[in-house]
């Protein structure tokens, strides 16, 4: 070495001593510590013993050719993560800048070792489009519009982004940094924060298994359109039997209640069985299969088809929605504001709602795509792109529909009008912009009819748009579906099995469950868990999720478990929001949705009533209800059933406790690497001085 690199090297080298540096214009921190003639690793200690090969170090600052050529020094290099929160190192008596030739760049160093049998995200960027296809699914394209024009337009907006802040955006954080901060599925995450919170695992768990199990058939329905539509006049169309039925109700409605699903009367009379809706689920679930049996690494390479191809699509229809005649007038009817609705309280809780569904809280995807990314993970950069995006999302996607929609109110104002007896007065606009229903009925009913009268580009538009739907879908199944297999994978009890079978036995026993949508009545049961089995289940699962890290773990013991990741603390926004806003507005809309079960007296669902070529409002049979009332019980009863065992140490006594809480934080310190604060540990004796 040169001699000014020799002093610099001295000046740096302190005996059994910790230094600081400060390297410029980085956000990097390095720790180092040095002994002469002794074993380092054996002084360090115990979550700093990590030791990596011998690192070639090229002599001198030069970077000249020359320099290559020379004889080239090892120094052992000791990686360590830095000492996790309040155990700082006690000797730090000097602060000072290292020579370049001993400093390696952060983007050289070793990545953390994680199990292979997990794996990891390829990049950062797949692990964000893996959660934007997650979050942004159907109710992204065919409820918030609905909500939207039922909800005063764009006054509706302004309570939606009052509840995603004060609600949804707290509870993606600590879905994300809890999942981050313990590195491991749903199922174990929660047990190792605290066993008494294992059954909020099992919880989750349930909630997702219920969620692919009819979620996918919304799919299947999807693909069976897009195999559809690459036929010209397009099926939904014209009427080909001309049977009174498709007279009554329209060719896009008989296409879909009677050619698609064959539907019955109502949810327990004339049940028969579909094959065609049989072989789509058979299909769509074996897509997933092969999306899935590879890990993340092969759903990260597939979410830029997932979560990107929608915004292509819904580029192309917003373009042919824009110069169609009347989309003026749907996107008035969906932006006039009606600030009067803000008064209305169910207003605000359908806005709560939709956050929380919109978001894809409480079902364990998120928790299991998180625990696959380093500690050094910014996780609150990573909360506001996904919440965002998704907000952004909606309104695209409402002003893209309601220009088409507009256009199609339209055409029928002036059908309504060219038929002789019938006045302004007979043809109201209004009536005819609101005609579109929710959910299934918007994509399925009337965008199909839109879609019609684009004429001979109609089986293209028909192609995307039903493309679109299956990529939205495929995107949150993934997710939900990674969320059970994460947490299978953990299991010890499944290790001996291979990635591969878990994953081809978990689809196996969804497509065996999913048959029972595949029946004529199908259609009613998927609008039954989904209106009132799935979301009770969901709304009490994320309540206790919320109260779990807020009062439980500790509000504080969370932000310093972000500042350890991020290298920053929340806001004080963020934390006021987590502290209060979030468990109130979380209770208030769990007791109101509640409370609007028992005094409506029982729910309702859509049946189709094959004579008058209609859709009207009928009550949930008794045993229906009881199903529901099953399904909830077995989503949440082991929140409390566990923790009262737990607790009074019936099973899994105190000293299990101290065994996980051990384990928990030594990984954690162990592994932990804060926005590439390393330490650099170099033995002074292998130097050539």
Request: hydrophobic content about 45%.
């Amino acid at each position: 070495m040169t001699k000014r690199n020799s002093s610099l090297l001295n000046n740096t080298l302190e005996t059994n001593t910790y230094s600081f540096e400060k390297k410029k214009n980085e956000d990097i921190a390095i720790y180092q510590l040095v002994e002469n003639d002794t074993n380092i690793s054996s002084a360090l200690p115990k979550f700093l013993q990590l030791v990596v090969p011998p690192i070639p170090i090229s002599e001198g600052l030069e970077t000249s050719t020359n320099s290559q050529n020379k004889d080239k020094k090892h120094a052992t290099l000791y990686l360590a993560k830095e000492p996790f929160l309040d155990q700082k190192p006690s000797h730090v008596i000097k602060e000072s800048y290292l020579p370049e030739d001993i400093y390696i760049p952060p983007n050289e160093l070793p990545h953390e070792k994680i199990s292979s049998r997990r794996g990891t995200w390829n990049t950062k960027g797949q692990y964000i489009l893996s959660c934007i296809a997650f979050t942004v699914g159907l109710g992204n394209i065919w409820r918030f519009p609905w909500l939207c024009q039922k909800h005063g337009g764009g006054a509706f907006i302004f309570p939606y982004v009052i509840m995603l802040i004060v609600m949804a955006i707290p509870m993606v954080l600590i879905e994300l940094g809890m999942g981050q901060r313990m590195g491991k599925g749903p199922l174990q995450m929660w047990s190792s924060i605290n066993p008494v919170l294992a059954g909020i695992g099992i919880g989750t768990f349930l909630v997702a298994c219920i969620q692919c199990a009819y979620y996918n058939t919304v799919v299947s329905w999807c693909l069976l359109y897009l195999s559809k539509s690459f036929s010209y006049p397009l099926p939904w169309s014209v009427c080909l039997h001309n049977s009174t039925e498709c007279v009554a109700a329209g060719a896009p409605a008989y296409f879909w209640y009677r050619e698609s699903l064959n539907i019955s009367e109502s949810v327990d009379t004339g049940i028969g069985f579909s094959f065609k809706i049989c072989v789509m689920i058979l299909l769509s679930w074996g897509i997933l299969f092969f999306c899935t049996v590879k890990g993340i690494k092969c759903t990260g390479q597939i979410s830029y088809f997932t979560a990107l191809c929608p915004y292509a699509i819904l580029f192309v229809f917003l373009l042919r929605g824009l110069t169609l005649p009347g989309f003026e007038l749907g996107l008035n009817h969906m932006f006039r504001p009606r600030f009067e609705k803000l008064l209305d309280p169910v207003v605000w809780l359908e806005a709560a709602t939709q956050c929380l569904f919109t978001m894809s809280l409480g079902m364990g995807g998120l928790v299991a795509m998180s625990s696959h990314m380093p500690k050094s993970n910014n996780c609150i950069t990573d909360v506001f792109t996904i919440t965002i995006t998704n907000l952004l999302t909606s309104i695209y996607a409402s002003i893209t529909l309601f220009s088409i929609i507009g256009f199609r109110a339209s055409r029928e104002m002036e059908k309504c009008l060219q038929t002789s007896n019938n006045t302004k007065s007979d043809c109201n606009l209004d009536k005819f912009l609101t005609n579109s229903i929710e959910g299934p009925g918007l994509a399925f009913l009337a965008i199909t009819e839109a879609i019609n009268q684009f004429g001979s580009l109609s089986p293209l538009f028909a192609i995307l748009f039903f493309l679109m739907l299956v990529t939205l879908g495929m995107g949150t199944m993934i997710g939900a579906l990674q969320g059970i297999l994460t947490s299978l994978l953990d299991l010890e009890a499944l290790s001996c099995y291979s990635k591969t079978r878990i994953t081809a036995v978990t689809c196996g026993l969804f497509v065996t469950v999913a048959q029972v949508f595949a029946l004529t009545n199908g259609e009613y049961l998927v609008q039954i868990c989904d209106e009132y089995a799935m979301a009770i289940s969901l709304m009490i699962v994320c309540t206790c999720e919320l109260f779990a890290v807020i009062y439980v773990y500790g509000v504080n013991r969370f932000c310093d478990d972000i500042e350890a990741m991020c290298g920053f603390r929340p806001n004080c926004v963020l934390v006021l929001c987590c502290r209060i806003f979030a468990p109130l507005s979380m209770s208030c809309v769990l007791v109101a949705s509640i409370f609007s079960l028992m005094v409506n007296r029982g729910a309702s669902y859509l049946t189709w009533d094959a004579v008058n070529g209609q859709a009207f409002s009928k009550q949930i049979p008794m045993w229906a209800q009881i199903s529901c009332g099953i399904i909830i019980l077995i989503c949440t009863l082991p929140i409390p059933i566990i923790a009262i065992l737990i607790k009074f140490e019936i099973i899994c006594g105190k000293q299990f406790h101290n065994q996980i809480e051990d384990e928990v934080n030594s990984d954690f310190e162990a592994e932990i690497s804060i926005r590439c604060k390393t330490l650099y540990i170099r033995h002074a004796s292998q130097f050539s001085i």
